[in-house]
Structures are given as structure tokens and as C-alpha cells.
């Protein structure tokens, strides 16, 4: 099947740098879903792709969908404690069902103050 | 308004007993899945729900775990017989639209098979 893999496995950053996370598959997907996990808590979606090379913000975050269709990064500028977490690339499975996401298995952020 | 809600949080089982999980979508969402996520890993999807339709199970992985949506709100998510490999967080998540890839995700079970 699909596989999503993300890097890094795990980061530990300063308070105020700026993060970098990716996704890459050997398979293109249409859709790049970024979602961040607290502990204790669902999954909540940060940021939705939707077309190749398209770039997206929402406050500190940007991610962008690759040219390729085979890659998604995420970056945080400006790092605060409370983005630490668990950061998952996600996207439908192929073969139509949009509802079936493939989970990479995250990057898990530290940040310290 | 609320989101989707799943109870209990924890449930901490002896091998080869019966659980329920149930999910409390969030009001008005005709979708509803069923996720697992084991220790250190991504999520995994389990089944899909879409109003009438029958359901997509074909992420469940044996025939000793089943799912129900009644009256196209709650779903109970059964494991009978469990296993120790069982263990794992179940996620219920429910968007407004069929099959729709924004989906929002309740805060899951913890499930530990002793």
C-alpha cells in the first residue's frame, strides 16, 4: 500500500528557531493534509494541500505541495512552547476513496524555552 | 459547538474479554471513521460511515473487531476477544460531507490488553 515517510522522526529546538519537517512517497497523492497531536488529544488539522506547487500559510505555519505530488514540507517560524507536539503528513489513498488517509508517523517537536 | 467526544478515555482490559468504545460525532456530520494508532506509529484507518450506505470495513484487521453507527450519530466500535497487539489509541473522527478528507478527530480511547 501507500506509505507516507516523514523526517525527521523527532526534533529539539530553542524557543524563537524556525522548523523544517517533510513527507516524501513513492507514489503520488493528490491532497497533503498536515495535522499536529497534543498529548492526550485527536489530531487537528493544521493545513490542507490541494494542488502541485501550491504554497500555504496559516500564521507561523507554511506548507507546500511539491511539484512532484511526491512531497510536502512543513515549516514553523519563530518556534513557541506550546507548538510542541507530534506533526503528521497525511492523504487520501488512491483509487478514489478521499476518505481513506494514509498517516506518515510523524515528527515529534520539543521545544524549549 | 462540541466536537466529537469518545468514551471512555481509558480502558484497561484482561486478554480475551470483550470492549465497547463509543464515539459521539459532532452534531450534524453525516461521515463518520475509525482509526488506530499504536505506540510510536501513524494512524491507521479501521471503517468509514456515510449515512445509509453500507460501510467500508476493509480496514478492519480480523473478523473479532466490528462497528455500528445507530440512527447516523453514535458508533460503538466492538473488539471481542481481545488480544495484547490490540492495544493502541482508537480515534473517531466525523466531517460534514461524504467522504471528505478534513476531517475532525475526537480525543481517542486508550486501549491497554493486559
Known amino acids: 500500500g501507500q506509505q507516507l515517510n516523514q523526517s525527521p522522526q523527532s526534533m529539539f529546538i530553542q524557543e524563537g528557531e524556525d522548523v523544517s519537517m517533510n513527507c516524501t512517497s513513492s507514489s503520488i497523492f493528490n491532497t497533503w493534509l498536515w495535522y499536529k497531536q497534543e498529548p492526550g488529544e485527536g489530531p487537528v488539522l493544521l493545513i490542507a494541500?490541494?494542488?502541485?506547487?501550491e504554497l500555504t500559510s496559516n500564521g507561523r505555519l507554511t506548507a507546500q505541495f511539491g511539484i512532484t505530488r511526491k512531497d510536502s514540507f512543513l515549516n514553523i517560524s519563530a518556534s513557541i512552547p506550546s507548538d510542541v507536539g507530534i506533526y503528521f503528513c497525511?492523504?487520501?489513498?488512491?483509487?478514489?476513496?478521499?476518505?481513506?488517509?494514509?498517516f506518515g508517523k510523524g515528527t515529534l517537536l520539543t521545544v524549549n524555552p | 459547538g462540541a466536537g466529537v467526544s469518545q468514551s471512555p478515555s481509558n480502558k484497561v482490559t484482561e486478554k480475551g474479554k470483550d470492549v465497547e468504545l463509543r464515539c459521539d460525532p459532532i452534531s450534524g456530520h453525516t461521515a463518520l471513521y475509525w482509526y488506530r494508532q499504536s505506540l510510536g506509529q501513524g494512524l491507521e484507518f479501521l471503517i468509514y460511515?456515510?449515512?445509509?450506505?453500507?460501510?467500508?470495513k476493509s480496514g478492519l484487521p480480523s473478523d473479532r473487531f466490528s462497528a455500528e453507527r445507530t440512527g447516523g450519530s453514535v458508533s460503538t466500535l466492538t473488539i471481542q476477544r481481545t488480544q495484547q497487539e490490540d492495544s493502541a489509541v482508537y480515534l473517531c473522527?466525523?466531517?460534514?460531507?461524504?467522504?471528505?478528507?478534513?476531517?475532525?478527530f475526537g480525543p481517542g480511547t486508550r486501549l491497554t490488553v493486559l
Open positions: 473522527a466525523s466531517s460534514p460531507v461524504a467522504g471528505s478528507d478534513t476531517q475532525y
Open positions: 494541500l490541494y494542488k502541485a506547487g
Open positions: 460511515f456515510q449515512g445509509n450506505s453500507a460501510p467500508d
Open positions: 497525511a492523504g487520501p489513498n488512491s483509487g478514489g476513496s478521499n476518505y481513506k488517509l494514509t
